[in-house]
């Protein structure tokens, strides 16, 4: 059994101060204050070691099953904390919750030297569920990377983390403004395929190998017009029935699946 | 302006038992008891009119906006909330809430005689915006309907009701045992094709075409071993990088869109 840190820090109280500052992190203005995030659940974190992200602090909850043994191979200091404390600071049901250093995501994170590389670009969205989704679909799908254009939710939002299950940190993700997106993807020469409600190709009609980005935006207003504009083609899943549009992240997946499909017939 | 009911209930106090009545109904047991469920939102409502579910009481909040006008078309009994009980009964923001009938979800709902049918079977799932996802889903590619086996959730959930946006009440739901719907499957001439995390086919090298239910499970334990032996197919969606799964609603939405797309080549 490998040795416990005989230093080891255990609180009791929710209202602690050091419990206060991981709350804190639940906020975008501390995250990028501090430049850290709060990474929850056993394989979100083994996830973010596994990728180099810097984990500083784990938080352990024995009451919740957590162990100090299980962690003794990451290096990385731990305190622990009482259920009532851990359960202040998170959500998680597994008892191990982990203060990360944010990590560079600029458009240069993009692998854009990779033959055929596709790419999802998450426009304006503002769910935290749906884009950690989008992300965890665009790492299971092979995307080289996922662009996150003019969010309004920060992809450190400890929802996107859970959401993606830790696919935030094997993948390349990059974000910048729309303006900024449209102008490197012509510029490296990625075809723009743009998903809108009604009027475009079934994607299964249009030729998606090659170099080409993916780009679906919020639910409610859809794609901005400078995306239909800069498109090379657009493109609408059928709808039947009572439904008028599609859950982002499900659009995301049908079009990124469509592209393996394409892909996997060369 | 259409005339408003001079005997309009208002009510002010979150601690109002008929408040009260509304947040029990967040419960499983009370909706099985009473045979109500609630549904959130103007678009839910009016979704559930247009599909002749039958609504009993409108509850609306003019101070998030709900107007008595815009609703007296729908024929129904309504009480104004204050914000303090809407906010105590529904997590909606729009100010509208429903008290509506369960209706009949069993197999016999499922339209077996539809040439070509396909179908969705959600094999045990248990988080409710799942389900709701996967319903919402299935409505707009144009599924038969939604078999739900072993459920953990039950479709009446207010958390699928929303999550579906409503797509429950246009959509044919039959709720069974594993092995009432495998029969049942069998017995109709429906072809199955289970999902599984890693060893089927790709769904692209499958026919989907004719009549076929798609089988989608549980995230964390996948399908039950009776389906899989049970399939005429076994499908598995490719996974690169550090993912190990899919989400269940979106490997729900892939399979059916493919089905569309070999279906629209037809």
Chains 1, 2 share one sequence.
Do not use: H
Request: aromatic share 6%.
């Amino acid at each position: 059994m490998a040795a416990v840190p005989s230093d080891a820090v255990r609180i009791d109280s929710p209202s602690n101060p050091r419990v206060k500052g991981l709350v804190r992190l639940r906020s975008r203005r501390a995250r990028e204050a501090e430049g850290r995030f709060l990474v929850e659940g056993a394989r979100e974190i083994r996830r973010a070691l596994d990728a180099g992200v810097t984990v500083e602090t784990l938080y352990l909850c024995p009451d919740l099953g957590a162990s100090p043994e299980d962690w003794a191979d990451a290096g990385v200091p731990f305190v622990e904390l009482s259920a009532s404390a851990f359960g202040k600071a998170a959500y998680g049901r597994d008892g191990v919750l982990a203060v990360a250093r944010c990590f560079p995501v600029d458009l240069g994170r993009i692998p854009w030297d990779r033959p055929g590389l596709f790419l999802l670009v998450a426009d304006g969205i503002e769910k935290p569920g749906n884009l950690g989704a989008m992300l965890r679909t665009a790492a299971a799908a092979g995307a080289a990377g996922v662009v996150v254009a003019d969010p309004t939710v920060d992809v450190f939002n400890p929802n996107v983390v859970r959401a993606s299950t830790g696919a935030l940190f094997g993948l390349a993700v990059g974000v910048a403004t729309g303006a900024e997106v449209i102008e490197r993807l012509r510029r490296e020469g990625v075809r723009i395929f743009a998903a809108v409600t009604e009027g475009g190709d079934p994607p299964w009609d249009r030729d998606l190998t090659g170099r080409a980005a993916f780009v679906v935006g919020r639910e409610d207003r859809g794609l901005s017009a400078d995306w239909v504009a800069a498109a090379d083609g657009v493109v609408t899943l059928p709808l039947t029935g009572n439904v008028d549009s599609l859950n982002a992240a499900v659009a995301a997946a049908v079009l990124l699946y469509e592209a393996v499909r394409q892909r996997s017939a060369l």
